[in-house]
């Protein structure tokens, strides 16, 4: 076990791997992918893969000729990491469904696997019956959401409860964009909106999809990201004359192209996770001395081979800088978002407000709620390395956690009382191996200005040893670390 200072890499990658607003983060290794998510993956690809019919006049037509499965390969960066199946069909009632599954694996020995479902009445207006989302990390099943009659029963950790939920959804919302390029043929730049189940947040969601091509009866899609999400870029997919998407990708990152076969798909069984937690670590070319008490700093980004590295992929990029307790203002959406109440965030649960309550006592003042909240929590757990796919109530529950159990907890607490808050994932300096390591933090809004906190190491403001992860290419950052060297330019104390 490391000290509480010693940040390790897998609690990271699933914490960087969460920005998706279609499913719950907590899958274990990975809840989703920087730039669009492989778990948006999920739904998006399970409505993409129905891209297979002839023209048709109405839903029910469309529907009715996307039974059958497809399977799909998933990679990153062309390394294998899973595989997706979809499936399309009638349930024994003759109500429509659709499901998708993915399995993956990126930074431990056990498999990841989210698995969605969606039922629609086989009566016109064909509305939701039921739409339901499981995650697990081998055999064990961390979440389970089921949505029905504007309810979602949500299972956590061994845990149940009953919350409300948008259900307003029917079969033309979901399939919109199958049933427009089947019958309109639209030409470059044309948009078209469609609707599907969000299950962080437990509502209904619209997405723009525009096309980017046409040319031989092929399509090009992209799927527009909407004001709130953390995804950097649509998710594009390629269709082939008949409409079956031959390729899937999300920027440079994650792609799902279409494979012949199960065996196929399975490949990526056969290799290494493609993250190590040995790897999660920068290391610098001199030691930083007193890193709390430092202003500023500054440095360069080097490849071991000695050449330029660019920083996420981004061209012109070479040098990092930081300076303590940085203030930034913060957007409206941004505010939004950070004050939500998720499946990742439980901010509304009886448990959580109690132990919001037991921080803050009467406090008004934000400054010294998001203080107080801070020691709170740096005193309230104790740490324990590599904690992996827990949720906050496991963290409540056993009182212990890594540094992403720590930021998640301040991040639910704080919504709880009132503050607008979020996890952020980056890179922190320790001074014990003179290397920069994956860690967690918080960012909670001030007065409409982010300041940073961190409970895992008790700090109520941070210094400058620490850089942020691009919130657009979190994973193409980590998974160069082991490339990565840096060299201090500049300090400031």
Sequence with gaps: MQPRSSPTGSGMLRNARRRSAFVPRRIGVAA??????????????AAATIWHFR????DADVATQLAGERWYAVT???TPIGHYRSEAGRTHDGDFEFRGTLHFKLADDVDSRIEDRLVFDRDSPHRLIRAEHASSKGQRHETRVVIADSKAQVVESGSSRLTDADSDLELGDYLAVERWLATEAPEPG??????SVDF???????????????????????REVRAAA???GPTRIR???DLAPLRMESGDLISLHRVQDEATARIWEQTPPLFASAQHRVVVDRPIRNPRALKRLVVALDGQDGRAFDWAGAPGVDALSAEADPMRPATSAELDAARATTINYPANAPAVHELASRATGRLEDAREKAIALTMFVHHHLSYRDNAGGRTVFDTIRDRSGDCTEFADLYTTLARAAGLPARTV????????SQAFALHAWNEVAIAGTWRGVDPTWGQTRIGAARFPLPSDGALTAIAQLPHLRFRVVETEY
């Design 190 to 195: 044309e948009v078209q909106a469609a609707r």
């Design 200 to 222: 962080d947040s437990l509502s209904i969601a619209t997405d723009r999809w525009r096309i980017l091509a046409s040319h031989g009866g092929e399509f090009e899609v992209a």
């Design 55 to 58: 023209p048709a006049t109405t």
């Design 32 to 45: 989703s992918m920087v730039g669009g998510g492989l778990v948006t993956f999920v739904l998006v690809a």
């Design 230 to 232: 953390a995804a950097p």
């Design 425 to 432: 994932i980056g890179l922190a300096y320790l001074s014990e």
């Design 239 to 241: 269709m082939g004359a």
């Design 76 to 78: 990153f960066r062309h």
